[in-house]
T-cell receptor, first 115, second 109 residues
Framework: GAVVSQHPSWVICKSGTSVKIECRSL??????MFWYRQFPKQSLMLMAT?????????EQGVEKDKFLINHASLTLSTLTVTSAHPEDSSFYIC???????????FGPGTRLTVT | DAKTTQPNSMESNEEEPVHLPCNHS???????IHWYRQLPSQGPEYVIH?????VNNRMASLAIAEDRKSSTLILHRATLRDAAVYYC??????????WGAGTKLIIKP
């Protein structure tokens, strides 16, 4: 089956620094990639949707200048959390969809802790 | 977006079938019914999807009511590895999945 990887799997950073999370589709071309955030004991919340070569579409309430998304190729999307603060600590998950496939493939998630 | 209603949690014994219900009374004609599951500290995993007819795959079966206002995910023989949160999601296409609270499935050995 199709595989989506994320790197790193966990990261600890200091408040005020930036963190980049990579999401890769390993064996298929992802026409669309999605970024989610999940707080403990809560469901997934969609942050943004990105198509290769286009600007990401952010959900209401998500700061586009704080959560920078780049989808430079059909196999790679990155999420950069800029000037991270402790309230940004969360589980970040990406997913990818392939052309003609009606479901999404999810990455394993990245645990971000901001101290 | 059409919403779904699922029980907060369910328990089942290992090696027995599990029926996970989902109500979606406001489903539209173009909404697919998707099921995903999420194991602890992992990303979600696609389980199955359907539109009108019942569906089977290697992981589970999906039974869809004739009026499409409800559906049931069936795990034929639950194992401890099936313990997860199961999400029932409606989607007119593969875009912007809206996640509810899901059903936490507890498997008792």
């Amino acid at each position: 089956g199709a595989v989506v990887s994320q790197h790193p799997s966990w990261v600890i950073c200091k408040s005020g620094t930036s963190v980049k999370i990579e999401c890769r589709s390993l064996d298929f071309q992802a026409t669309t990639m999605f970024w989610y955030r999940q707080f403990p004991k809560q469901s997934l919340m969609l942050m943004a949707t990105s198509n290769e070569g286009s600007k990401a579409t952010y959900e209401q309430g998500v700061e586009k200048d704080k959560f920078l998304i780049n989808h430079a190729s059909l196999t790679l999307s990155t999420l950069t959390v800029t000037s991270a603060h402790p309230e940004d600590s969360s589980f970040y998950i990406c997913s990818a969809s392939a052309a003609g496939v009606l479901w999404q493939y999810f990455g394993p998630g990245t645990r971000l802790t901001v101290t | 977006d059409a919403k779904t209603t699922q029980p907060n949690s369910m328990e089942s014994n290992e090696e027995e079938p599990v029926h996970l219900p989902c109500n979606h009374s406001t489903i539209s004609g173009t909404d697919y019914i998707h099921w995903y599951r999420q194991l602890p500290s992992q990303g979600p995993e696609y389980v199955i999807h359907g539109l009108t007819s019942n569906v089977n795959n290697r992981m589970a079966s999906l039974a869809i009511a004739e009026d499409r206002k409800s559906s049931t995910l069936i795990l034929h023989r639950a194992t401890l590895r099936d313990a997860a949160v199961y999400y029932c999601i409606l989607n007119p296409s593969n875009y912007q999945l809206i996640w509810g609270a899901g059903t936490k499935l507890i498997i008792k050995p």
